[in-house]
């Protein structure tokens, strides 16, 4: 009686090259090209984390052998094209694909708005800066006496009177 032994894992794994780096790696069959890239060290843009949401992790598939969900992130040209979301294709075999400079993660900017540029125009960010902690907003610790026939202003009036005693404030709101 003998014994049949079942595919081998060798038989389960693909090879998945990315270009242009030349990185390539084996990884089981089924593995998502996001994660076939972050196992090659390769650094691809997810925003959403992989969830198919972003559309950042876009790659073009050379050759080979790819499933792929469908998604309304791209257009029907960039499919003709072979563009496919990494994060939603699974490996079916060896492939080759190719990372545009738009997909990679060093080419994702941190945008930032005009207040916060005219701000860092000010301060640099690097060197010996002596940053003041100013907040806008304190706490106190008021004890207030109870209103009487002596002392009838409004409670406001009253809590007003309380915080200049302990702090110069010219105008409260």
Known sequence: ????????????????TFWPEGERVRVPLETTLLEAAKTAGVDLASSCGGDG??????????????????????????????????CLTNVSGDVEVEIPPESRAEA???????????????????????VRHAPLIRKLYLDLPRPSLDDSLSDQSRLFREIRRQRPAPIMQ
């Open 1 to 16: 009686m003998g014994v049949v032994a079942g595919p081998t894992q060798k038989e389960h794994r693909a090879q998945v």
């Open 108 to 130: 994702a900017q941190i945008l930032i708005d005009v207040d916060a540029q005219r701000f860092r125009a000010l301060h640099p960010v690097a060197g010996d800066i002596e």
């Open 53 to 86: 949401l972003c559309g950042k992790c876009r790659v073009i598939v050379r050759q080979g052998n790819v499933t792929a969900q469908p998604t309304s992130l791209l257009s029907r040209e960039e499919i003709r094209q072979g563009y496919v979301l990494a």
